[in-house]
């Protein structure tokens, strides 16, 4: 039988950090868990005169749940985390602009000398049985219906090198990619760099656009439901994703192109080995076939994905099926809950 | 009745810049304008033997139709140009590396030490009936048909600022691009910079995977038919895409956040424009509705686009509505040719 | 003897692009050449309140004299421009932010939503007798004397592959390089692209910061006088620099590690040509002993130099001596002008 | 009576990250801190048959000495990092280039298909009473004496945010800066982030090249003495240097032009502050006199430092004279021992 194991922190457990940190649960490779994320910003942007830069305090911002230790997880091995169901927790949700961080804006990094830009939050209704967030202009109003899709933007492993990285961070462990393909139905692989992996998960969306312009997206806290498996002596180098169509690499790195060639790179190297083509048949392969989603264009990292359909490789299985396999294990734990 | 213009450029009339040369036709606005566009290789890569870098001549690369210049415009208008059909002219289509060329290699701006990778070509069969173009591996007989869904990597006008650029260059003005977005019903809208715009089209390829990662797509010569129709008095800072369904914006720029960040400010301004949204609420809504597909990560400056489903914008209409009547007159047209 | 070529454009004669233009002179190689050469703004900006944005006209912006054509010139040559002089022409030179230009505010490229920075105009005294140039703050009565050290921002040839770019553009051809390096005493190297090279100068500063962070130095009227000489059969890939201790290579480029690459690849593979070093020796070298300056990080392209002191390369000679060859001619030109 | 501590750590007591470690001493503000600094491959290359790839073993890279708890330093308050002396510990150096890294290679970062460049290294002869560094040619006879040029690639304080970094990355915190301005004499400064401050300092160099173009320097042991001290309730965002001549800032990003960016802003506020200028008027004068010297071009972040002259500063001094003080008893210490 399949084991359920339920952790809910409370706001005293929340971690800020991958690494750095004692295990909340220990688990069993194959335990499927039931989590609840608290939002980006504490749960304390609740309408728009909460500004995050006067409510929220540096750094506690972009909580985590865990980190979880699986059970016989070593550097070398690979985390499976197969995303069951990511459910809103609340009926209304939060974006914000947030001074000095984003896209369109001079930021820390891209210093400038102009004053930040308004910093204005936007309350969105959540309707769950509608299957949409609705969206309402601060300055008139338009309003509009968009079709909810949930997401998770920060979920990785405990970093290599002994580092302990901020939950915004986005790199080779996983953490803030803001990728809107993370969703449920996906099974995420990262690399495992330090003894039980330290898996944990935050920063749930309801939806987000492609690069997360504005540094937000519809942000929420989140029932989330993963099966957390491992797959020995098997390294994968950068956080990979799968889903019943599709196999996904990731890269996390600024500048922008560098994210998309730490991808495109992981993704051909992986074709290659996967359908057995040579290195310059997979560059070519993918050249023609290859997506390139965007993560976030807004974090210490940018992060871009590189996709393939997977009927485009011919007979062939990532990691031992263990997609296919979890899939199934999903199926029938949303069957019986 | 329309106008229809057929054009077919000999050898030595292929153009290879943007600028500096004479109208190779002269048309009213909304003429139909059938045109044939050679390979980027000039037709010369027709076998797996043909090395680019051996049978191609720098800077005779990627030839362009035209320039065709369309009577009226003037700067400060914008050029509709409707895409009408782009077929593949031939049954078989190439792609190749070439030396210190793509994303995945040291090339003359990312300059290292490297020798270049192989030089290899790849030849497709373009099946037109059954839609599809078919890989094969040069190192192996894994073989795959990949669907038919052909497009322009090269499209644009004559720069401002006298300035005339070689056509593997994307910028202001457009150029190549190379974005699978730029196919048979969309129409495309470019600021007009010189009196009679100057347009031209080439670089056809069967297809391309997301950022054209080894530097080249499925390259092939195209019978294409566009209609060339003129808005009078309205500027159009970067080139703009409209679909049935779709408004996008392009950014062509390096690093690529830059290509990025050009998009996503074009497309927030043009939608609160639009919307008559504030411009922060604008960014607001592309940040949650918004797409970012990516053009190229190859060429001399990286593009991509940014782009918003036209049903979240409310009862607005682009440009006077010009790509619905465009869209009419193109459905005619085919049903009559 | 040496021949000696005066030239002073009227305003009408200015250029405003490396290539597309007929040559204004045309000079025997070794030809003296003394030019007045406008200020970047032409002149228009003589006090502060005579804003750029409004006395100037896009794409009137930074005016170059020229071009020349130098007899015997072909593609795969190279010219050596030795700087003779370069004089102020006023006793007075202004300076400005410029709405969207500089390194610390958003531009067109890293577009932003950031209103412009105050468009501000700096008036600085330019004292020949004493050497210097009194900068006088506009907020305030803060003054300071800053050494004089004339140079020209724009320098270049007419481009390769049929190209017109702006002047504020530095690329291959060198274009708007914007580097203190390029003062009198220097021997500057171009490829030639085209038959007669056709050089051309301006953008005149009394000195200029590294990097020219906020988008424009010193700008001053210049009389200046160079040589131009003729190298056959040697070909430059990017513009070089030499001066009596020191050899330097260009590299202009986005993102700034593109144009550092750039200049020090160049400079690794001349030290290894010169000194008849194995590459990755004449990369050690380099990486030990080399020098960063850094040109501009404001314009379309960023430019980096690269440098090595002449005397660690022992007994080598670059470009068949024709800087100590110029540098004697210049010597006496200067005795009896 | 100034204090003197020294501090050679056994192997087993060197530290690989900034953070997340506990103190080997604890010294009051003033003290002299004489230490031993092992160089970037721990001691393990010692000759051209040692490859860095094959005796030295991930993470174990970089090791730094430290980190020192320095008694009443609280986040909000800056260290200052006297260096009073840097001497080469051995008779010999060493440089190498190194699989993937560099700023001439394709890197894990800009990750291209290419295998890596040949792993070379260079031993170097170190003459302290001739002040020179002998480079050999390893593919040829080639050898010339550069100057010797003592200075710490790493130095630093333990970051914020509960982050742990690897010694190799630098960032706000310092790091991995690799600037040949950090050589004795100078002081740095540090924002302190946790009680103690926790310095730790490493990675000797010879000397370096500007941007350590192939990925080190002229790598060496070190016998290097500072003095600490606390300038108590002062904020420092980035690392700062002081000389007798010149105020510099520092910053560390990808892309390059970020560092260029974080430096100049922080010179420009700073300057702002001490002259009592106007924000663009201090943006003006730092464009005019301000210098970017280039730290490193091949580090997880590049670094670049912004510098001005005191000179043209006024009357003003930084951090209420600390530099001059330490200067004082620098030069005590060093006459007395």
Partial sequence: ??????????????????????????????????????????????????????????????????PIHVEGAEPGD?????????????DWAVSS???HFGALT??????????????????????RAAGTVTYRARRGDFTVALPLDPMHGTMGVAPAAFESRMTIVPDAHGGNMDSPELRAGVTAYFGVNVPGALFAVGDGHCRQGH???????????????????LIKGAPTPWPRLETDDVLLSTGSARPLEDAYRISQHDLVTWVAALAGLDLLDAYQLVSQAGTAPVGNVCDPNYTMLAGIPKRYLGRTSAYEGVHARLRAIAGEYLAHR
């Avoid at 540096?58 to 749940?65: A, R, S």
């Avoid at 942000?219 to 498996?229: C, P, Q, S």
């Fill in 78 to 90: 690979t985390l499976a985390v197969h995303v069951v169901a990511i459910e809103p927790a609340r």
């Fill in 211 to 229: 690069g997360e312009v504005c540094g937000t997206g519809v942000e929420a806290a989140m029932n989330t439901t993963v099966i957390l498996d």
């Fill in 1 to 66: 039988m399949t084991e359920v194991v339920t952790y809910r922190p409370g706001p005293e457990e929340l971690s800020y950090t991958f690494g750095g940190r004692d295990p909340v649960r220990r688990v069993r490779p194959g335990t499927v868990v039931e989590l609840y994320t608290e939002d980006c910003f504490g749960g304390r942007v609740r309408g728009v005169d909460d500004l995050p830069s006067r409510v929220c305090e540096f750094p506690f911002l972009n909580p985590v749940t865990g």
């Fill in 106 to 127: 001079g930021t820390h990094a891209t210093a400038t000398l102009h004053p930040p830009l308004d910093e204005l939050v936007w309350l969105y209704e959540v309707d």
């Fill in 97 to 99: 602009t947030f001074p």
